[in-house]
């Protein structure tokens, strides 16, 4: 596609319940981001994908967080037994590999715990 | 201290002024740096993206890095209404490497 897709826009969910998130990167992008940003605040890094490499994982704030991604396409962030704290915009970016390549974000996921 | 620091807003100016936007780091390590601009409820977008000290001018706007000082900056010359948004610096320290972010600004052109 020409941009990176995100599935749902918005969800609204119960505590305590689980939630997938889906991000459909653009194709021939090898690399792909999560990215986190609560209201008010800057974007916090939660997991990255490249190529065939193990995915780095360092910013995956629990183990209730979790994440996959097939090949070199979709990719989708499960977050289990969510709390309020989790409430949050969840911003996915893709990107060709080497110097002078930027991110294209998609337009996110708002995802309101109640 | 976080690894980016960025100046607190939010920034209110009339049409046509210069705005001067900044970020510091402290990882000397980080080499690529970029300028991002978010509108409401999108995703941010790239605006400008340098990985050397000085300048670099894309129409109004001007990337300016300082190594040695670990500083950047972005300014926009001649500010539009249209350019009212959040404008986030990034950067990274290897080419494949993820990009931590400033915490943003908001910025709101008055007509």
């Known amino acids: 596609g020409a941009g990176v897709s995100q599935s749902p826009s918005n969800k609204v969910t119960e505590k305590g319940k689980d939630v997938e998130l889906r991000c459909d990167p653009i194709?021939?992008?090898?690399?792909l981001y999560w990215y986190r940003q609560r209201l008010g605040q800057g974007l916090e890094f939660l997991i990255y994908?490249?190529?065939?490499?193990?995915?780095?994982k360092s910013g995956l704030p629990s183990d209730r967080f979790s994440a996959e991604r097939t090949g070199e396409s979709v990719s989708t962030l499960t977050i289990q037994r969510t709390q309020q704290e989790d409430s949050a915009v969840y911003l996915c970016a893709s990107s060709m590999t080497g110097v002078g390549y930027g991110y294209t974000f998609g337009s996110g996921t708002r995802l309101t715990v109640v | 201290q976080k690894e980016v620091e960025q100046d607190p807003g939010p920034l209110s100016v009339p049409e046509g002024a210069i705005v001067s936007l900044n970020c510091t780091y402290s990882?000397?390590?980080?080499?690529?740096f970029m300028w991002y601009r978010q509108y409401s409820r999108k995703g941010p977008e790239l605006l400008m993206y340098t990985y050397s000290s000085g300048n670099k001018e894309d129409g109004r706007f001007t990337a300016q890095v300082d190594k040695s000082s670990k500083y950047i900056s972005l300014f926009i010359r001649d500010s539009q209404p249209s350019d009212s948004a959040t404008y986030l610096c990034a950067m990274k320290d290897g080419a494949n490497s993820k990009l931590t972010f400033g915490k943003g600004i908001t910025l709101s052109v008055r007509p």
């Open positions: 994908f490249q190529g065939n490499s193990a995915p780095d």
């Open positions: 990882n000397s390590a980080f080499q690529y």
């Open positions: 194709s021939g992008h090898t690399a």
